[in-house]
């Protein structure tokens, strides 16, 4: 997968999920909020650049998995990874990935501002 490929795959994906809003928060970064939360951040930084929220599980099991999947590139690294392209990522990867970071956000959310429920939401 090319940072390119990477780049589109995960703003689909991103921008599918119900209260999603693409945006920029500052020069050359680019974001995905849900309610106004960050679950997506993306940049060109020697090449693209994929930041995505995950369980500290989860950090610890993908950076050890995933060549190309490092700890948050600027972010709290317990809290997030970062995606550059590679040959060990795939689209169902990706995407469950980008799935995975908007409902951690979610389940933070106060109940009524939920756009969806992260306990039977399809994770696929």
């Given at each position: 997968m090319t940072g390119e490929e990477l780049y589109r795959?995960?703003?689909?994906?991103?921008?599918?999920?119900?209260?999603?809003?693409?945006?920029r928060f500052?020069?050359?970064w680019e974001d995905v909020r849900v309610c106004?939360?960050?679950?997506?951040?993306?940049?060109?930084?020697d090449g693209r650049l994929v930041n995505l929220k995950a369980t500290p599980d989860d950090v610890l099991e993908l950076t050890h998995a995933?060549?190309?999947?490092?700890p948050g590139y600027h972010m709290n690294k317990?809290?997030?990874?970062?995606?550059?392209a590679g040959d060990d990522l795939d689209d169902a990867l990706v995407g469950?990935?980008?799935?995975?970071?908007?409902?951690?956000?979610?389940?933070?959310l106060?109940?009524?501002?939920?756009?969806?429920?992260?306990?039977?939401?399809p994770r696929g």
């Open positions: 795959l995960v703003l689909d994906r991103a921008l599918e999920l119900p209260g999603s809003v693409a945006g500052s020069d050359g106004g939360k960050w679950f997506v951040l993306t940049t060109n930084h995933y060549p190309s999947i490092t317990r809290h997030w990874v970062s995606l550059r469950r990935l980008v799935t995975e970071s908007y409902l951690l956000v979610v389940s933070k106060p109940r009524r501002l939920r756009p969806v429920d992260p306990a039977s939401f």
